[in-house]
């Protein structure tokens, strides 16, 4: 940019702006703790009582689904106004987490809706899980973030 700023009485030269830019591929991308990101080819379905983001990768499913508005900011819920889930044969992840449960924080937020896509991001944090498919049985938590670029099926 080649401009002086005084911050403080500090003078800095030669600023620079410096950022991350994520393109979000087609489908719900996930990232659980921090891992690689895994991406579920889906879509989304508006009817005006009940919406619907889902998708799948093989043997694995996700889906967000919210009552409300077809866009906006949304708090998980305990009960099915506001929720999330994975599966993946027998290990499944929601927005409940513990045995009270308790609702995770962070949110579901549909930024952009036209008629053809919805883009949108979550966060859960932390998610639940719980793993049927070992003996005994184990349940833990995991912090979940998402981005959703989406065709609507109607």
Not at 72 to 77: A, V
Not at 88 to 109: A, D, F, H, M, R
Not at 134 to 140: A, D, L, N, R
């Amino acid at each position: 940019m080649n401009k002086t700023v005084i911050i403080d009485e500090i003078e800095f030269k030669d600023l620079r702006l410096m950022c991350a830019i994520y393109v979000a591929p087609e489908g719900i991308s996930v990232q659980t703790d921090g891992g690689d990101w895994q991406t579920f080819p889906g879509a989304a379905n508006f009817n005006g009582i009940r919406n619907l983001i889902a998708g799948k990768n093989g043997k694995q499913t996700v889906a967000i689904g919210w009552i409300g508005g077809p866009s906006g900011t949304f708090q998980w819920t305990k009960e099915p106004k506001v929720s999330f889930s994975i599966t993946n044969e027998g290990l499944n992840y929601s927005q409940l987490y513990g045995k009270t449960p308790l609702v995770s924080n962070g949110s579901l937020i549909v930024k952009s809706l036209d008629e053809n896509w919805v883009n949108g991001t979550f966060t859960l944090s932390p998610a639940g899980w719980i793993n049927t498919g070992t003996k005994p049985i184990t349940t833990g938590t995991a912090k979940i973030e998402g981005v959703f670029r989406v065709k609507r099926a109607n």
